[in-house]
Antibody
Framework: QVKLQQSGAELVKPGASVKLSCKTSGYTFSTSYMSWFKQIPGQSIEWIGMIYAGDGGTGYNQKFKGKATLTVDTSSSTAYMDLSSLTTEDSAVYFC????????????WGQGTLVTVSS | DTVLTQSPALAVSPGERVTISCRASESVSTLMHWYQQKPGQQPTLLIYLASNLESGVPARFSGSGSGTDFTLTIDPVEADDTATYYCQQSWNDPLTFGSGTKLEIK
């Protein structure tokens, strides 16, 4: 079955960067799309961007350009998101989710990674 | 960006019928989806493309709408349906989510 396993919680200092991972199994990663999302506890969900694992092509929400960088490693079926120049406003839970180009929706999600930015 | 407006909260009793609305600031055709999210968990897809029930989701859940007005219906509601429900559109860039409707089962 399809599984998306995200890396553990991170505590990082302001100004630093962090790299989150999303290891997948149960489907053909190399021909799939992966999206990332941000959710501040108690608030709604924001779409950060999407990457096609086949060629690494990306599309970003303008709001997150320069903040997030999406990459993939097809050899390990893992997607990554780098977050740079972190501030307290980046403290949130980040989810990865597999995009279906057939239903244009997200049926499979990772469990989320809590990122806390604090000095 | 396409703004999706949802009522903030609803409270219903088990066995009742509940409708959750989502209004888009511009047309999204039928590229609207509904998710359920329980505290501390990831979202779960319920309905895709406005009216299609995701595999494994109980038939108590249904969706309708097109253009700018969409509805998620739960009939009958069960205690386990306590959660926040989000609509999400895939028609316009960027993808956006509604603010969420918190459903309380009395």
């Amino acid at each position: 079955q399809v599984k998306l396993q995200q890396s553990g919680a991170e505590l990082v200092k302001p100004g630093a960067s962090v790299k989150l991972s999303c290891k997948t199994s149960g489907y053909t990663f190399s021909t799939s799309y992966m999206s990332w999302f941000k959710q501040i506890p108690g608030q709604s969900i924001e779409w950060i961007g999407m990457i096609y694992a086949g060629d690494g092509g990306t599309g970003y929400n303008q709001k997150f350009k320069g903040k997030a960088t999406l990459t993939v490693d097809t050899s390990s079926s893992t997607a990554y998101m780098d977050l740079s120049s972190l501030t307290t406003e980046d403290s949130a839970v980040y989810f990865c989710a597999r995009y279906s180009s057939y239903t244009v929706s997200f049926a499979y999600w990772g469990q989320g990674t809590l990122v806390t930015v604090s000095s | 960006d396409t703004v999706l407006t949802q009522s903030p909260a609803l409270a219903v009793s088990p066995g009742e019928r509940v409708t959750i609305s989502c209004r888009a600031s511009e047309s999204v055709s039928t590229l609207m989806h509904w998710y359920q999210q329980k505290p501390g968990q990831q979202p779960t897809l319920l309905i895709y493309l406005a009216s299609n029930l995701e595999s494994g989701v109980p038939a108590r859940f249904s969706g309708s709408g097109s253009g700018t007005d969409f509805t998620l219906t739960i009939d009958p509601v069960e205690a386990d349906d306590t959660a926040t429900y989000y609509c999400q559109q895939s028609w316009n860039d960027p993808l956006t989510f509604g603010s969420g409707t918190k459903l309380e089962i009395k």
